[in-house]
């Protein structure tokens, strides 16, 4: 029989696989996070009629020759390139921009995806479309630990966060130190919460103290810091701030406030440039707390009297009321008492080789020997994608190249069937020498 049947043979199989893969890739054109594969062909062996000779004195060498036996499928890789972005506005839809897949727990194994059409189900956990939870870190006090095991990433649409006592109170703004100021006291007011969320106003009053001459600025205010206790004792605290002024040196001096403790039903410590620790506050519950306040952000000029009071970080209890996620994977809730907090991160999974990556359907994908381990860590980090709420990425295809690939792989099968054709008028040709 001739060669070039089972030649013809190969070829109409190898672009039969070809045609099926060029359909596949059509078929998910629509598909969320699909990524085009490509058929590659290699030469089958071939068979030696005459091997190479070396050139021997007068006589030059030969080249082999040699008759091929066919074609093969080397394999079938995949195209990870980036899929365009398609914009949902659904905050459960979420987009990795560039390398790395979502780790999803399908069957008790872990398994990768690039479709991130997530949902948030009955038990408020983060899922795909099949039901894997997504896996992350999930926050605690709103810390989060990346070092830590992964686990399903849970919202729970009712979450509650506890009271938090107060422990910073920060000041910024400026303290006018022109002489007429003097003895003008300035007073603001601020609530304070204890450790049951319990709040109570304390009032922080600024004396600015006479200068030695009238030319000479401001230098020094009293401080008297009265918080009203729920037990009907008001505890004051009073210390003084100085105000150094920058100075060009040598050494050159900066700008800066020291504080000294003064008197007090409750004597303050005096910790740092321009911080006074208000210790033993009784809250509502009858415990004592401490709360830190931070005068390091004032400024001392000869302009208007700006100071306040910028910030304090407690709170009541409160329960969530909406979510958002961050380029990094982090989910930041906003809650009820309009603070915000970390929930939970939501990991990515970068590996040495993707394409070595196993397709398991559903837009799942496995890890394999030569895919490599997936490193598994934060968006962003170590060169992983980031995440971008709100939107999918959608399949990679190309129309306008599969669409060629259909005619090329359509001709290459009709080539073969032409040399099958070609073959077997030759062995007719043959038989009929009898005739």
Known sequence: MLRSLYTGISG???HQTMMDVTGNNIANVNTTGYKTANTIFADTLSQTLAAAGAPQGQQGGTNPAQVGLGVRVAGITTNFAQGATQVTGRN???LVDG???FVVR?????QYTRNGAFNVDGKGQLVSMSGAPVMGWQARDGQIDTAGITTPITIPAGLLVDAKAT???????NLDNRSTTANTPLALEWP???RQGDSQNAQVRLTPQAPAAPSV??????VEVTYASKSGTNQTFQATLTRTPASSGPPPVAAGWTATPGTGTAAPTVAGEGRVQLTGLVGADGVAFDVDLDMGKMTSSASSQT???????????????????GPDGTITGTFSNGRTTNIAKIAIANFDNPVGLEKQGGSLYAATVNSGEPAIGSPGDAGRGTLVSGALEMSNVDLAQEFTNLIVSQRGFQANSRVITSSDEMLQELVNLKR
């Open 12 to 14: 109409l199989r190898s």
């Open 307 to 325: 100071a306040k009071v910028e910030s304090q970080d407690g709170a009541t209890a409160a329960t969530l009321q909406s979510w958002q996620l």
């Open 192 to 194: 304070i919460y204890d």
């Open 167 to 173: 422990e910073n109170l920060v000041m910024s703004g």
């Open 92 to 94: 459960t839809d979420m």
């Open 217 to 222: 600025i401001t230098t020094e205010w009293d």
């Open 106 to 110: 399908q069957n008790g194994v872990n």
């Open 99 to 101: 390398d790395g897949f």
